[in-house]
Nanobody, 116 residues
């Protein structure tokens, strides 16, 4: 199984981007799936996640602006990012934890740069 993230780019503050994370192959017994961000000089942080129970959670800075969604028929997860701010800049990676014996899957990062 491979995860392919796309949709990043350069955007002015206030703009929107939609990230996609497509899984090749089927992933069974998904525990959690979500998006992480690593800003320059900072540790990677969880931005948005589908929890084990299927609910969504967001980092405080993303609440009200970002929406995580999924299309299971397409094996794809999305992150809609609105009202972008320069502090949203970073490399965004998708992550899935799944399997009868839990295993972590990571997509390659996609760069998001927000200019002021």
């Amino acid at each position: 199984v491979q995860l392919q993230a796309s949709g990043g780019g350069l955007m002015q503050a206030g703009g929107s981007l939609r990230l996609s994370c497509a899984a090749s192959g089927s992933i069974f017994s998904i525990s959690t799936m979500g998006w992480y961000r690593q800003a320059p000089g900072k540790q990677r942080e969880l931005v948005a996640v589908f929890t084990t129970g299927g609910s969504t959670m967001y980092v405080d800075s993303a609440k009200g602006r970002f929406t995580v969604s999924r299309d299971d028929a397409k094996n794809t997860m999305y992150l809609q990012m609105n009202s972008l701010k320069p502090e949203d800049t970073g490399v965004y990676s998708c992550h899935v934890r799944a399997g009868p014996v839990l295993r972590d899957y990571w997509g390659q990062g996609t760069q998001v740069t927000v200019s002021s």
